[in-house]
């Protein structure tokens, strides 16, 4: 595999303050889904992610309709900034794919970059499994303008 991660870049003419406090809130998450893969929060994640260390989770359907839960394990939190969680299965370690979300402030607003980076993922049975990205850039893109829209109202 020679790529290893994969970013989707958007400018906005939103603060950073903003957008950063939309993704702590997991209820957004499953709002502004552009994957089709989310079905909602689980009950028992929390209302906002407060810092690294926080789990989230996350109701799923898998491609071929199978419904799954994931724990997301926040890596990083740097408000305004960045923030960043490792998926797993529900009670299972992270397989090492990592999202992360950036907030480059601009004069007119922020430059939004979303990465999935799988370069630590070493679980072969997973690989053989599944082609990465799973998500495309396109749906990626469609999350983030679903995440901006939903600031919006």
Sequence with gaps: MTDTSQTVT?????????????LARPAVHAAADGSG???GVSADSPE???GVGDVFGMEMTAEDG????????????EPERRIAWLPAGRGRPPVGVEWTWTFEPQ???TVVSVTCDWSRVTDEAYLARFTLPRVSAEKV???VD???AT???
């Excluded at 958007?10 to 939309?22: E, I, M, Y």
């Excluded at 199978?66 to 939190?77: I, M, P």
């Design 10 to 22: 958007v400018a906005t003419d939103l603060p950073p303050a903003v957008l950063f406090a939309a």
């Design 107 to 109: 004069d007119a607003g």
């Design 37 to 39: 893969m989310l079905r």
């Design 146 to 148: 679903a995440v901006i």
């Design 48 to 50: 906002t992610i407060t």
């Design 151 to 153: 600031t919006r109202t």
């Design 141 to 143: 893109r469609r999350t």
């Design 66 to 77: 199978r419904e799954y839960s994931v724990d997301n394990h926040v890596t990083a939190f």
